[in-house]
């Protein structure tokens, strides 16, 4: 799978002010409904439901909330750079700065899966982490993210 397959660049979104985990998934949630056409207070519940179960923070400043969605018709990645790290109760205990969100539709297995493995595997390297905290642009980090294999 490739990130082109989930994303554009217009799913990535850099400068996201938030002081908590809450307001970072009010705000993306925002912007996600503005993409997808999603309800937005639809995407805020589902998301905090998941967050709920247990934190998507990954560590080294890296989280993956995701979830799946009735009237969804593929699967989309979003980006969410913060303009100031955020406490999101990750594995480490280290606040948040770069957030990937996946939302999958309801009966969309193999192609969820696929995709989180794909995402986890990009936050898990370290290096394409900081490489993308030093970009200044959707375009370089979708550019970026295009050409992982």
Avoid: W
């Amino acid at each position: 799978m490739n990130i082109s397959e989930i994303m554009t660049e217009k799913n990535i979104f850099i400068g996201i002010k938030a002081g908590s985990k809450r307001e970072l998934l009010q705000e993306m949630s925002a912007n996600i409904a503005a993409v997808t056409n999603l309800d937005e207070r639809t995407v805020f519940d589902t998301l905090l439901e998941r967050e709920n179960l247990g934190s998507t923070g990954f560590g080294g400043g890296t989280a993956l909330p995701h979830g799946r969605f009735e009237g969804l018709e593929k699967v989309q990645v979003f980006l969410c750079k913060t303009s100031a790290p955020v406490a999101f109760e990750a594995i480490d205990d280290k606040p948040v700065d770069l957030v990937f969100f996946l939302l999958s539709p309801e009966g969309s297995g193999a192609d969820h899966l696929t995709a989180l493995a794909k995402i986890s595997r990009i936050l898990k390297d370290e290096s394409i982490c900081s490489k993308i905290r030093q970009m200044k642009s959707p375009e370089e980090i979708y550019a970026l993210l295009n050409n992982i294999e």
